[in-house]
C-alpha cells in the first residue's frame, strides 16, 4: 500500500499544530495530499455550561483552517479541507468515520481527559469503523517524524496482519525494525501439523530486515509489557493491531487497545 492521502484530525487546541508537524514530514516521505478534517464537539466538559455556539464552532473552524492551509501552503504540500459541522454526538463521530474511509492514514491525538475538543471515543470509533490504519500521537511530547524506530507487535491475529500490512510503507523506509511476537503460557498441549510461518521472512520478501523478539506474557498486562519494551528500545513508533478478537484473547475491545490508548508512550499506528 502506498500513502498517497493523508488525513489529520484538526481542532481548534493548540496540539494541532503538532499533528500538522507530523503531517508535513509523511507527506514530503511518500509524496502524499494532506486533507485537514476539522471536527469538534458542540459540548466542553461534561456540563451544560460548556455548549458552544454555532458562532463560536464557526469561529474555531475558521481559524483552524487558516492555520491549516498558511502551514501547508508554506510547506509546499498539496491540501484539501474538510469539516465536520454537525452539532450531536452521532453527527460529529459518525461524519469523522466515514470522512477517514476516503484515506489512506489517518492521523489523530490520544484524547487526553481534559483539554480536548472532540469526543471521548473518537479515535476508537475511528479505528473500528473507518476500515483504515490510524496513527494516535501521545498528547504529551512532540513527534514532528516517526517510522525510524519500529516496534511491531505480532500476535499472529487478523488484525495484527492487517496492521502489520498497512505500516509496510513505514517498515520498508525504517532504519530499524522489531518484531515481538506476545505468546501464551504452553498449557503442555502439542498443535497440529503447521507450515513453517515466519514473519520475519514474510517481511523480507519485503526487502524489509527485522530483528525478532518472542515474549512470554498472561493475558493480563499485554500493553504494559509493549510500552516497556518500545521504551526500552527507544521506539518511535509502534504497530500493534487493535481490538482483536479470537485465536489471541487478550487483545480484546476491553483491555489491550483502550490501555495502549490510555496510556502510550510513543506514537502508535493501529488497524482492525
Not at 502506498?2 to 516521505?29: E, G, N, Y
Not at 469503523?129 to 500521537?137: A, K, Q, W, Y
Amino acid at each position: 500500500m502506498s500513502l498517497k492521502h493523508l488525513l489529520v484530525h484538526v481542532d481548534s487546541s493548540t496540539r494541532a499544530q503538532h499533528r500538522l508537524d507530523l503531517a508535513i514530514t509523511l507527506a514530503r516521505r511518500f509524496g502524499a495530499t494532506v486533507t485537514g478534517l476539522f471536527s469538534e464537539s458542540p459540548v466542553l466538559g461534561s456540563a451544560l455550561v460548556g455548549i458552544r455556539t454555532h458562532d463560536n464552532v464557526a469561529k474555531a473552524m475558521a481559524e483552524a483552517r487558516t492555520a491549516f492551509e498558511a502551514r501547508m501552503d508554506a510547506a509546499g504540500i498539496a491540501r484539501q479541507w474538510w469539516q465536520v459541522e454537525g452539532r450531536e454526538y452521532g453527527e460529529v463521530v459518525g461524519w469523522t468515520v466515514v470522512s477517514c474511509r476516503y484515506a489512506d492514514l489517518s492521523v489523530f491525538a490520544q484524547h487526553d481527559g481534559a483539554g480536548n475538543r472532540f469526543p471521548d471515543d473518537l479515535v476508537e470509533q475511528v479505528l473500528l469503523g473507518s476500515g483504515r490504519p490510524v496513527l494516535v500521537v501521545p498528547f504529551i511530547g512532540q513527534y514532528p517524524d516517526v517510522g525510524k524506530r519500529v516496534l511491531v507487535a505480532w500476535t499472529g491475529t487478523r488484525d495484527s496482519a492487517r496492521a502489520l500490512n498497512d505500516a509496510l510503507p513505514f517498515l520498508a523506509r525504517a532504519q530499524e525494525v522489531q518484531v515481538v511476537s506476545f505468546q501464551l503460557p504452553s498449557n503442555g498441549t502439542t498443535a497440529g501439523p503447521a507450515p513453517q510461518l515466519d514473519v520475519v521472512a514474510h517481511l523480507r520478501l519485503h526487502g524489509i530486515e527485522a530483528r525478532y523478539e518472542q515474549m512470554m506474557v498472561d493475558e493480563f498486562g499485554v500493553a504494559d509489557h509493549l510500552l516497556n519494551r518500545a521504551a526500552d528500545w527507544s521506539a518511535d513508533l509502534t504497530v500493534v493491531g487493535g481490538y482483536s478478537v479470537g485465536g489471541f484473547p487478550f487483545l480484546t475491545r476491553s483491555n489491550t487497545t483502550r490501555d495502549l490508548l490510555r496510556s502510550m508512550t510513543t506514537p502508535v499506528l493501529l488497524s482492525h
